[in-house]
């Protein structure tokens, strides 16, 4: 039997990409003879002709599945009911705008077959980017690198690429209702590797990935890989507290010296506003430590409102007796 493998396709107002979309995808499919391919399209709430283009394609493609959300909900969920929907023992998400090549399928099922369980897509540079976008993008990178932990989110790396049935059923499973697909693949692990690729332009058409979506999609990454940012008052609370000792210690320096003569300052030190100041400080360093010990008891409310399983099992080898 050959493997059966399902390609997931978001989709929201496309119609101008999917003639183009479906034949050049399907000149890629059929020259993958040693696979059986099932096409999971997710109408995304679309305004345009999208939907009946996608029924009409339907008509003469019986591989074609079609998951029609009942508004648009984004692209993350859109990913999300096309893996829930499809029923491959791998899937390759992807977007219509053929900045996701379909060529690069066949190199991605080669690394499937040699074992892996997630073969990413990798942007082998980010020439064709502007400025702005590429500079915006490696500083996103760097700091999720910084603050991810053990989940190690590859760089340059979108939702095109494959993983396997049972990667599949694990991100399934994953109960956050921030869905970030980025993310939780990298969280699920099990054996990964790298395919490089140039990404050309569009297709056709116009993106809908502007800089509100890209920053929110930043946002919601960061805020699902980690709870690091809630103890930064507590990191606050240390250093006030270590500036203001440091400071205290000076001022009692300086007075001391002045008062018994010890040395003379060239200049007037008004101890009673830096006395102020202070005070002022180590009242703001105890809302600093308050609010770290709230945020430790919200970091442990956001693990468990997460609800992912403490574990993975891949396999349970035994040796038979």
């Known amino acids: ?29 059929k020259e993958l003879s040693d696979f059986r391919f099932e096409i999971v399209v997710v109408n995304d709430g679309s305004k345009d002709q999208t939907l009946p283009l996608l029924r009409q394609q339907q008509t003469m493609q019986t591989n074609l599945v079609i998951v029609n959300l009942s508004r648009n909900f984004g692209h993350e969920p859109a990913v999300a009911a096309g893996l829930k929907t499809a029923r491959g023992e791998a899937a390759i998400p992807m977007d219509a705008d053929l900045q996701d090549p379909p060529e690069l399928i066949q190199k991605l099922l080669e690394k499937y077959q040699a074992g892996y369980h997630v073969v990413n897509a990798k942007r082998a540079s980010r020439k064709e980017d502007s400025f702005l976008k590429r500079f915006t993008a ?14 190690k989110i590859p760089n340059n790396v979108g939702h095109f690429r494959l993983i396997a049935r049972k990667v599949i059923d694990e991100v399934i ?28 332009k569009r297709a056709a058409g116009t993106t809908h ?54 040395f003379v300052l060239g200049f ?3 101890h009673g ?14 809302l600093f430590l308050f609010l770290g010990i709230i945020a430790m008891y919200v970091s442990k409310i956001y693990l ?6 403490f574990y993975i099992i891949d396999e349970v080898y035994r040796k038979e007796i």
């Open 1 to 29: 039997m050959k493997p059966f493998i399902s390609i997931v396709v978001p989709m929201y107002n496309e119609e101008k990409v999917i003639p183009i979309f479906f034949k050049r995808l399907n000149e890629v499919l």
């Open 138 to 151: 490696s500083q996103f990178y760097s700091i999720i690198a910084k603050m991810s932990g053990k989940v």
């Open 173 to 200: 499973q994953l109960q956050e209702k921030n869905r970030v697909f980025r993310v939780q693949v990298p969280y699920v692990g099990y054996r990964t590797t790298d395919v490089l690729f140039n990404r050309p």
């Open 209 to 262: 990935y502007n800089y509100r979506s890209m920053t929110k999609l930043a946002v919601d990454a960061i805020l699902a890989t980690t709870h690091v940012p809630l103890f930064w008052p507590l990191w606050f609370w240390f250093y006030l507290s270590l500036g203001i000792g440091v400071s205290m210690l000076a001022q009692l320096t300086l007075w001391l010296g002045d008062a018994l003569g010890l």
């Open 268 to 270: 007037n030190v008004d």
């Open 273 to 286: 506003l830096w006395l102020i100041f202070q005070i002022l400080g180590i009242v703001m360093s105890f």
């Open 304 to 309: 468990e409102v997460q609800n992912r399983p």
